[in-house]
């Protein structure tokens, strides 16, 4: 992917993140205690973040770093090419799709085996398809994060997640990085997807989803889980119902089902308080100065269900979208429209002639250049 293809993609996502995310969540007592060490609910189409629990707490992600490696894989590789499978990818511990040295398998279907059943090996081999090892394509991943969040706070030294060190990330970095990859239609197909033949030289099998909420909540339409003993239990969460899109991020969790019900609650208390509404682009707003103001872009924010919203424009010329008790859901820049000045009739006769007078003289001097050349 070349460097202005990252710089565009980058600015979409700016687009979505350009303001400090606003905590949206609504003054009423949440009914839910969570057990989560870290939690984060977002709205995936505003960016808004309505569930905040230390979203910038460094933390270890376990195989929630699949997401990464997964959305690189598709982004950046062939998913028709044949990878040839090392001796040090079929060696990697933990969950496997018990891949044999020398086995070759298409691209796609190691990024299906690293998604929906989680195999460590397949990652590894994704990896070395790349760069040749896992330390090179570390820096891959940790590149393909700057390009696409900007600032951030995630280190990854592996594509699997297994403990490292120096290996962690932020709630808020993987809900971004989730958020980006969920554009990808690919990248949604296979997360979505519950189960799936495998039929390899060392596995044949169904593999089911490692996501248990595809089955057990409604709407659910992926992402990703983890565990190490040293992250706890990590869940990232999408959902959709009606208009509303919703990430979850759950980090070091006692137990699964603790993470699932962690998960569960946010989600709970995303959909039955919130919506996603929009201003269009080309929206006009009239600013204090009487001047007039465009978005030039649409813009998605989350308000409360059913709460009454006013914009208005503030000194510094950005749109200011605000709820009930004068609560501010979010403040966005604004491009002044630039109004030509109305010329009265003898302003526009003496321009009129005064356009005559050049062209005569062009033709004047094309003229005498004409006969000097003739003549």
């Known amino acids: ?22 905590n949206v969540s609504a003054d009423f007592e949440q009914d839910f205690q969570l057990n989560s060490e870290v939690a984060l609910l977002m709205d995936q189409k505003s960016g808004d973040i309505i569930y905040n629990q230390d979203i910038n707490q460094k933390m270890y992600p376990a195989s929630i770093t699949k ?36 086995e070759e398998v298409s ?8 998604l929906i059943n989680s195999g460590n090996d397949a990652g590894t081999a994704i990896a ?24 951030n706070h995630t280190n990854f030294t592996n594509p699997h997640g297994l403990y490292d060190e ?40 169904t593999i089911h989803n490692h996501h248990r909420l595809l089955w057990d909540y409604e709407g659910t339409t992926g992402v990703k889980n983890g565990f190490v003993q040293n992250a706890g239990y990590t869940l990232v969460t999408s959902a959709q119902r009606n208009d509303l899109d919703l990430i979850a991020v759950t980090l070091n969790a006692p137990n699964a089902q603790l993470a699932y019900k962690d998960t569960m609650s946010l989600l709970d208390y995303g959909f ?18 009487g001047h007039e103001f465009i978005l030039n872009q649409d813009v998605y924010f989350t308000q409360l269900l059913n709460e009454t919203v006013e914009f208005q424009v503030n000194p510094d010329h950005k749109l200011e979208i605000i ?22 009739k003898a302003e526009l006769e003496k321009k009129h002639e005064a356009t005559e007078t050049e062209a005569s003289g062009f033709f004047l001097q094309l003229w005498n250049h004409i006969k000097g050349w003739l003549f």
């Open 1 to 22: 992917m070349s460097y202005f293809r990252y710089y565009f993609i980058f600015l979409m996502i700016l687009g979505l993140f350009i303001f400090i995310q606003p």
């Open 166 to 205: 120096d290996h962690y990330t932020t709630a808020l970095d993987m809900a971004k990085i989730t958020s980006y990859a969920l554009q990808n239609e690919t990248f949604r197909e296979i997360v979505e997807t519950k189960e799936l033949d495998w039929i390899g030289e060392g596995w044949e099998t």
């Open 107 to 114: 691209l796609k279907k190691l990024v299906q085996g690293l």
């Open 128 to 151: 070395e398809y790349f760069d040749g090892s896992e330390k090179a394509f570390s820096e891959r991943m940790n590149q393909f994060l700057q390009d696409i969040i900007g600032d």
């Open 323 to 344: 709820g009930t008790e004068n609560r501010m859901i979010k403040e966005v820049p604004l491009h002044e429209l630039k109004v030509e000045p109305v010329q009265t």
């Open 272 to 289: 039955d308080h919130f919506e996603t509404n929009q201003v269009h682009g080309n929206n006009k707003f009239l600013g204090p100065n």
């Open 67 to 102: 997401i990464v490696t997964g959305i690189i894989a598709i982004e950046q590789g062939n998913l028709d090419d044949i990878v040839t499978v090392s001796k040090g990818a079929t060696e990697v511990i933990g969950t496997r799709v018990y891949l044999l040295e020398g």
